[in-house]
């Protein structure tokens, strides 16, 4: 069957089922459409759990965010919940960003959890994806929901489900709710009528004990006290982090703290940034010019449900720029394993397509550091693994998602933005800057530099094509990239790294998925793989040389610029 008979079978279907009139009419539109692409796009395959849970475009169809995709992932969720737990009362978490539509799919979130039996925590306004994933602990919640779609532009939503301890579903669960939810035939079998009793909101009290999580983490604290009046700007993207960033900053005893005025008011619509995204320089230049008229030592600004965060500080011109993820976390790590005065039986967890100077940071300070797949939720998997057994301190990944401490089990920009400025107090009080700490950091562990490229292509058809873009790389892999030889080959997909210089392989001890990583005889790393939330191919490339003294970065940068971009080019075309 086509993917066009695919799509107008179960758009035929939801006509035929009992949704709402309005929704109907839309479906009558779509299949009148002379260009049937809308009509493929919205109903070819039912949403799925990625590597950031359900996500999609907001608007009818089985592949768009909408209350009956949202219920019926939320009845798959509780029927999971009670045959999983039959003897339990349970209880979930859920909560919200500034999206549109994010309240209205946390209602029918909460409705539906009700209708079945369970109490929910409903929170009462948005506030940031980590504050859920520390709810749910501290309420003794046994799942959560929470409704965004991250950086993603205006267009989408999501919802993102978490297991008791506060990370994100992975296997077997997300596959069994999965189960569940394609279980579910009919939308008549979606319990929507809510039982008001079985819905609390969440009160204060959560928030202050995670502001004193945080608190607790941050070393160098007499700095604070010493640097308090420090220039800090920091911007919400109208997203939630105005309900917590500039509170936790504030109780940490930072005292100048300049907010976007025009960026703080929560907006859906994103209406003063192309992407939400501080990933992106664009999204950043309002935050990076007031810091520049008012001199400001940091700038931060975050995504719409605040899981992640981008940090602009000043070179040795006095000019700013932006850190990348991987240099963000680096220089997170640095100071953080400085600090740490019981380093016995520690360690740190990173993604495997984040830096490897990490890795060697943590190696030289005795720490260990695992090396998960990509997404947070495979590091809180991780955690799970080795609680008991040894002690966690931080980790993070290259798209800008940093974590301190273990009482939240996802990204967390809040915090990651205490640290940020509790670092930049410290530099100042020991008379350097956060660019000081980075040239040494590359001093003394290696210069890495990181690049990153996304391949957009979208709908059914961009689909089709990043698979046999995968398949071209996984069955004609390049035997050279930049003039330089590649010796490893890692396909996650098949679990074998295989070295070409001897022809040995080995077991990859990782779940499956579908990336692929080469490296080359000079220790660049590429890896490729289709992003789990997004209509993209992600080409990342790490390039380093050793930086022998200080005074030569600039000319190392230069050079590694230019590889960076070389390979870009070969790879990615």
């Known amino acids: 069957m086509s993917l066009l008979d695919q799509a107008t079978a179960k758009a035929k279907h939801w006509l035929n089922s009992n949704i709402d009139e309005a929704s109907k009419d839309q479906i009558k539109k779509i299949l009148a459409l002379s260009d049937q692409k809308l009509l493929i796009d919205s109903f070819y395959k039912d949403l799925e759990f990625g590597t950031g849970g ?23 969720l509780a029927n999971y919940l009670k045959k999983t737990l039959p003897s339990k009362k349970i209880k979930v978490a859920v909560a919200y960003d500034s999206r549109n539509n994010s ?27 980590p504050l859920l994933s520390f709810a749910i602990r501290y309420l003794a919640c046994d799942s959560g929901v929470v409704i965004t779609a991250s950086h993603n532009p205006k267009e989408y939503n999501g919802y993102k489900a978490y297991w008791n301890e506060g990370a994100q579903l992975v296997p077997p669960h997300d596959k069994n709710v999965i189960a569940e939810v394609n279980a579910i035939t009919d939308f008549s079998q979606i319990k929507f009528t809510a039982d008001l009793s079985k ?18 983490r941050i070393p160098k604290k007499e700095s604070i006290a010493r640097q308090k009046d420090i220039s800090l700007v920091y911007s919400s993207l109208h997203g939630a982090g105005i309900t917590m960033v500039p509170e936790c900053l504030a109780r940490l005893g930072f005292k100048n703290i300049t907010i976007i005025d025009e960026q703080k008011t929560p907006d859906g619509n994103f209406p003063t940034v192309q992407s939400p995204n501080p990933e992106e320089q664009s999204a950043m230049e309002i935050a990076l010019k007031k810091a520049k008229q008012i001199h400001a030592e940091l700038v931060m600004a975050t995504d719409p449900d605040t899981d992640r965060v981008g940090f ?39 993604t495997i397509v984040t830096t490897e100077l990490v890795d060697n ?20 998997e991780l955690m ?25 089990r996802d990204k967390d920009a809040v915090s990651a933005c205490a640290f940020f400025a509790a670092m930049a107090a410290a530099a100042k009080d020991e008379g350097k800057t956060l660019y000081d700490w980075l040239l040494q950091m590359y001093a003394d562990h290696g210069f890495y530099k990181e690049g990153l490229i996304n391949l957009v292509r979208k709908g059914a058809e961009g689909e089709q094509q990043i698979k046999a873009m995968m398949e071209k790389f996984r069955n004609d892999p390049p035997q050279f990239i930049a003039d330089e030889k590649v010796v490893r080959i890692l396909d996650y997909n098949t679990r074998i790294e295989k070295n070409l210089l001897t ?26 793989r289709p992003s ?22 600039s000319t190392a940068d230069k050079i590694l610029n230019e590889k960076i971009n070389l390979i870009g080019k070969e790879i990615a075309g």
């Open 54 to 76: 359900l996500r999609g475009i907001m608007g009818v169809g089985s592949n768009c965010m909408n209350q009956y995709t949202v219920g019926a992932a939320t009845q798959g």
């Open 103 to 129: 309240r209205f799919f946390a209602e029918v979130t909460a409705n539906v959890f009700s209708a079945n039996g369970i109490t929910v925590h409903l929170f009462p306004e948005l506030r940031p994806t």
């Open 199 to 216: 819905i609390v909101s969440v009160g204060q009290e959560v928030e202050n004990a995670y502001y004193q999580q945080v608190i607790n």
């Open 312 to 350: 602009g500080i000043k070179n040795d011109q006095g000019d700013f720029f932006l850190l990348n993820g991987n240099q963000g976390f680096s220089l997170m790590m640095w100071f953080i394993l400085k600090n740490l005065t019981d380093k016995k039986n520690t360690y740190l967890a990173k």
């Open 361 to 380: 940071m943590a190696h030289h300070f005795g720490v260990d550091c695992y090396n998960t797949l990509t997404g947070f939720k495979y590091i809180a």
């Open 384 to 408: 799970s693994q080795l609680d008991g057994k040894k002690k966690f301190i931080a980790a993070g990944e290259e798209s800008y998602g940093y974590m301190v401490g273990d009482f939240v």
């Open 503 to 528: 022809g040995a392989t080995k077991p990859i001890a990782l779940p499956q998925s579908d990336v692929l990583q080469f490296y080359t005889q000079t220790g660049s790393k590429i890896s490729v």
């Open 532 to 553: 789990g939330t997004e209509p993209k191919i992600k080409f990342y490339i790490s390039v380093k040389v050793e930086l022998r003294k200080i005074s030569d970065f």
